[in-house]
T-cell receptor
Framework: EAGVAQSPRYKIIEKRQSVAFWCNPI?????LYWYQQILGQGPKLLIQ????????DSQLPKDRFSAERLKGVDSTLKIQPAKLEDSAVYLC????????????FGSGTRLTVV | AQSVTQPDIHITVSEGASLELRCNYS??????LFWYVQSPGQGLQLLLK??????LVQGIKGFEAEFKRSQSSFNLRKPSVHWSDAAEYFC????????????FGTGTRLQVTL
């Protein structure tokens, strides 16, 4: 089966600019996650979707980050405006259903804010 | 709140030597435990997982891990390391009722010398 697709692979922006990341999960996977991985740290959950509804966004900095999942399939994560501390790898993952830990991760988008 | 500790930031072993990576998790009923591996520029790949049952879990690539409830530990082992095992290893924990949210440790970078 095809894996979780993410784009772009790399992005460099200046602080205060905006940026968007895209994720296409595995077909049929109802649950989608966005994780932020700062250099030297483990991934941290930003937001979790079940179909097109938000399950958990408690660690999403809502003043600058937003995310949506269109029609319960693809998802976009946006940062506006970006800060230097947003430099990280943004990982998308999907799983077949809610409360299922069978994650498949994408390769991630590496964001550098200068 | 659930948490994971990986006390070793960096480990170096010789090819053919045995390996043990340590992981401790915060106390909680019925933890779900995972080990992931991440190669440079890649997403996270699941090595093995523990949900219940036999406390010694076999995974891919010759890895195994043992769940010890009394020590709140889930250490990863491999009897003979190959140069291709050089990567970053992450331990993660989830719990029932957290809707498959994973909390990751900070990772252990494994270097293999020839």
């Amino acid at each position: 089966e095809a894996g979780v697709a993410q784009s772009p692979r790399y992005k460099i922006i200046e602080k205060r600019q905006s940026v968007a990341f895209w994720c296409n999960p595995i077909s049929g996977h109802a649950t989608l996650y966005w994780y932020q991985q700062i250099l030297g740290q483990g991934p941290k959950l930003l937001i979790q979707f079940q179909n097109n509804g938000v399950v958990d966004d408690s660690q999403l900095p809502k003043d600058r980050f937003s995310a949506e999942r269109l029609k319960g399939v693809d998802s976009t994560l946006k940062i506006q405006p970006a800060k230097l501390e947003d430099s990280a790898v943004y990982l998308c993952a999907s799983s077949l259903r809610f409360s299922n830990y069978g994650y498949t991760f994408g390769s991630g988008t590496r964001l550098t804010v200068v | 709140a659930q948490s994971v500790t990986q006390p070793d930031i960096h480990i170096t072993v010789s090819e053919g030597a045995s390996l043990e990576l340590r992981c401790n998790y915060s106390y909680g009923a019925t933890p779900y435990l995972f080990w992931y591996v991440q190669s440079p520029g890649q997403g996270l790949q699941l090595l093995l997982k523990y949900f219940s049952g036999d406390t010694l879990v076999q995974g891919i690539k010759g890895f195994e891990a043992e769940f010890k409830r009394s020590q709140s530990s889930f250490n990863l082992r491999k009897p003979s390391v190959h140069w291709s095992d050089a990567a970053e290893y992450f331990c993660a924990v989830g719990y029932t009722g957290t809707a498959s949210k994973l909390t990751f440790g900070t990772g252990t970078r494994l270097q293999v010398t020839l």
